[in-house]
């Protein structure tokens, strides 16, 4: 994070999750028109994030990469947010701690954001694999270590959720006494992946302050009673909203910068380093479904309204 300024990414690949850990696919990626999409956003050449997920499984099992080849697209001034996700059905740990260490071999040099893990707490990603806990802990430390060996001092380790409340607060305790000190200093980040409007309605009139109140929240009654200090940045690492149905693309983009100007205007009291946008562009824009067209530009890479929303406001608070 800058002292004035947030850094901004997005996931440009057309591939995204749903509901239930599955994989929603439509047209094939276009790699030409997803960098004509990235220069268009930040056309001064200044930094963004590419965020792009690749996974660790056991032997015979394939998960696509997300999107394929994610590392052609840092250049011109973008750098990579790479997700290592832990999908072990044997609980490897050892491999995934050794996935994490080439990770950072291969790719560290155009990698800004390590990101360890996809989503821990919740069952139907990473949550739902064996020692997953331990596989995070022992990833962020690994991942620190190996980018101090190589003098990767632009590399920052870090691991995220989605928001959490009642019982579920006290996932970062449960983290950080496992994990010790070791841990927590190598944590460079905390990711938020989180979706206002889009899972319970907000009124429009509200949302600002919704959004205001939920990272409060994470800072005030998740964050800080586990001992990760305002020092630790909080990022968001996955937001958007969704065209379709009853959905239309200007509401989309009036959500985009109520958002995007509410963490802007608390990244200080917050400590927020940055902001990523999911995604560039959608899944299957003829597909009603939610998951389907959370995208920027439609699957034909055309814009809607929200994508030139986005290259103002990284221009404005980036």
Not at 90 to 103: K, N, Q
Not at 191 to 200: N, Y
Not at 293 to 304: A, E, I, Q
Request: aromatic share 10%; proline share 8%.
């Amino acid at each position: 994070m800058t002292s004035d300024g947030l850094v901004f990414g997005i996931y440009p690949g057309g591939a995204v999750g749903d509901e239930d850990g599955g994989l929603l696919q439509g047209p094939p990626d276009d790699p030409g028109r997803i960098t004509e999409a990235l220069t268009r956003l930040r056309p001064d050449g200044g930094a963004v994030l590419v965020r792009g997920y690749v996974s660790f499984a056991d032997p015979a099992v394939a998960y696509p990469r997300a999107p394929e080849r994610v590392e052609r697209y840092a250049t011109g001034g973008r750098t990579l947010d790479l997700v290592a996700q832990y999908r072990s059905n044997s609980g490897d740990v050892a491999g995934y701690v050794a996935f994490v260490r080439d990770l950072v071999r291969r790719h560290g040099a155009h990698v800004a954001t390590l990101q360890v893990t996809e989503e821990p707490n919740l069952p139907v990603y990473d949550g739902g694999h064996p020692r997953v806990l331990e596989a995070l802990v022992e990833g962020v430390v690994a991942a620190k270590e190996e980018a101090r060996l190589l003098g990767l001092d632009h590399l920052r380790v870090g691991f995220n959720t989605t928001p959490l409340f009642g019982p579920a607060e006290g996932f970062f305790a449960a983290l950080t006494a496992g994990g010790g000190r070791r841990f927590v200093e190598a944590v460079d980040y905390v990711g938020l992946d989180f979706f206002p409007d889009v899972f319970q309605p907000v009124p429009a009139d509200g949302l600002g302050e919704a959004v205001a109140g939920l990272l409060g929240h994470h800072r005030d009654r998740c964050l800080t009673p586990a001992g990760i200090d305002a020092s630790v940045p909080l990022w968001i690492t996955e937001n958007g909203w969704p065209t379709g149905p009853g959905r239309s693309p200007q509401r989309q983009a009036e959500v985009l910068e109520t958002i995007v100007t509410a963490v802007a205007d608390h990244r200080t009291r917050f400590n927020i380093g940055g902001y990523t946008h999911f995604a560039l562009r959608d899944a299957d824009s003829t597909k009603p479904g939610l998951f389907h067209r959370f995208g920027l530009l439609s699957d034909d890479y055309r814009p809607k309204p929200a994508f030139d929303t986005y290259r103002r406001l990284i221009a404005r608070f980036g």
